[in-house]
């Protein structure tokens, strides 16, 4: 991590702005990995950054729900439609099981979880594992289908091997 001197002198002008004194400490807000894209925050103090190399995109925003929908908007957005395209539409279910381990599940639906598209993944919460499932297609449309006929299918899968009845 480096210190960006575009966001550390963004954080000054922000706490300035407040009315709120600049310390040493807060110098970390303004740490990204070294050859990141910072994401201006808008609304907030801490900046968001952009890493993107060849087939790598991860981007990372401050948790507080209006900062990370301010810099979507202004920084985030148009920095997707430069990498992927103009239109990439996202469609994510959430199916739920109860008193089910996390690896029945998954040896239930190993070959799902394998695929490319649509992704499929676990999480174990506390009542139980959850699958999703994550289409991405550049029409609304076939991107809504894909996770209707995915989640249709594990549904059907998990019915036939008894994972929950409904």
Same mark, same amino acid.
């Given at each position: 991590?480096?210190?960006? #001197?575009?966001?550390?002198? !963004?954080?000054? @002008? /922000?706490?300035? +702005? &407040? ?54 908007? #202004?920084?985030?957005?148009? !920095?997707?439609? @430069? /990498?992927?395209? +103009? &239109? ?79």
């Amino acid at each position: 991590m480096v210190l960006n #001197e575009d966001a550390h002198k !963004a954080i000054q @002008e /922000r706490y300035a +702005s &407040r009315g709120r004194q600049f310390t040493p400490s807060d110098d970390r807000q303004a740490l990204v990995p070294a050859g990141a894209r910072l994401l201006h925050n808008p609304v907030g103090i801490a900046p968001g950054f952009i890493i993107s190399e060849e087939s790598l995109f991860i981007a990372v925003l401050p948790g507080v729900p209006t900062e990370m929908k301010a810099m979507y908007r #202004e920084g985030l957005k148009p !920095a997707l439609e @430069e /990498r992927f395209g +103009s &239109r990439m539409f996202i469609t994510r279910h959430v199916l739920k099981t109860c008193g089910l381990s996390e690896t029945a599940v998954n040896l239930a639906i190993q070959d799902q979880l394998k695929q490319q598209e649509p992704m499929v993944g676990l999480t174990a919460t506390e009542s139980g594992v959850d699958i999703r499932i994550v289409a991405r297609s550049g029409t609304a449309a076939r991107s809504h289908a894909d996770a209707r006929c995915s989640r249709s299918s594990h549904t059907n899968e998990a019915r036939r091997r008894s994972l929950w009845r409904g």
